[in-house]
């Protein structure tokens, strides 16, 4: 199995910065995809960013140009530099990754959430 381990949440103040991290181990072949979502109670939670394993990314438009999704292959990480933070960014933050396990098995894992607060 695949387990997922996020790093980096907290409290900030409108306009400071954080930076998440997401730690992939396990019974991993190889990795496709991995992405940050978000959720706030009450709604369903929804893309943050993602990157492609050949480093194609995707962005909410919320976030374009105040947050930064990067990864490293060798170390089956992935993160999220965050800046210029709104109260709006407030949610828990999930890390998401897809790939194929051992024996050739798809997989999807989801990390434990981190939340972020962002106060005005």
């Known amino acids: 199995q695949v387990h997922l381990v996020e790093s980096g949440g907290g409290l900030v103040q409108a306009g400071g910065a954080l930076r998440l991290s997401c730690a992939a181990s396990?019974?991993?072949?190889?990795?496709?995809?991995m992405g940050w979502y978000r959720q706030t109670p009450g709604n369903q939670r929804e893309l943050v960013a993602r990157?492609?394993?050949?480093?194609?990314?995707n962005y909410a438009d919320s976030v374009k140009g105040r947050f930064t999704i990067s990864r490293d292959n060798a170390k089956n990480t992935v993160n999220l530099q965050m800046n210029s933070l709104k109260p709006e960014d407030t949610a828990v933050y999930y890390c998401?990754?897809?790939?194929?396990?051992?024996?050739?098995?798809?997989?999807?894992?989801w990390g434990q959430g981190t939340q972020v607060t962002v106060s005005s």
């Open positions: 396990g019974s991993i072949s190889s990795i496709g995809t």
């Open positions: 990157m492609s394993s050949g480093g194609s990314t």
């Open positions: 998401n990754v897809i790939g194929t396990a051992t024996w050739g098995r798809y997989f999807a894992s």
